[in-house]
């Protein structure tokens, strides 16, 4: 496994740090939330916690390479995509709402829209900042020249 370096680490808590706040400046644009900044300032230590637990403590993802990271950043759009309909179809059994976004709110699992929203966007976003970290650290650290 390649060494990372701080700067990959710096780059991809930056990457993560300006995606959270992209998203969050998108809700409060879209009247969701009323107060980005309290948002913000909670939801910046949690992504960057969630980022260093995956990049050194997690088993599973601290050996991955930028192109898993790039497949998470495909991939986990889709699943937050089904898990969102899953939700508002199971919502939606329980009465009639306005919109789908009422009835995905009211699908009654103790998960529900909590897993959905980690799926998509803070998994998005975590994947984004791992593939920055890991562009880095494989353009860094290239591999060796092999013996001729």
């Not at 991809?12 to 913000?40: E, I, K, M, P």
Request: net charge negative; aromatic share 12%.
């Amino acid at each position: 496994m390649r060494k990372p370096q701080p700067i990959c680490d710096l780059a991809g808590l930056a990457t993560v740090a300006t995606a959270s706040a992209a998203f969050l400046y998108a809700l409060a644009w879209a009247n969701v939330l009323s107060d980005f900044w309290v948002v913000f300032l909670i939801a910046l230590p949690c992504m960057a916690g969630a980022s260093l637990w995956a990049w050194y403590v997690n088993e599973s993802v601290r050996k991955a390479d930028a192109e898993k990271w790039l497949m998470g950043v495909l991939f986990t759009p889709l699943f937050g995509a089904m898990s969102f309909a899953i939700d508002v179809f199971t919502g939606s059994t329980h009465g009639h709402y306005d919109n789908f976004v009422q009835a995905a709110f009211h699908a009654g699992s103790p998960f529900g829209i909590v897993l959905t929203v980690l799926i998509c966007p803070v998994g998005t976003i975590l994947c984004i900042g791992g593939w920055v970290r890991g562009v880095l650290i494989e353009s860094l650290n290239p591999p060796p020249a092999p013996d001729s």
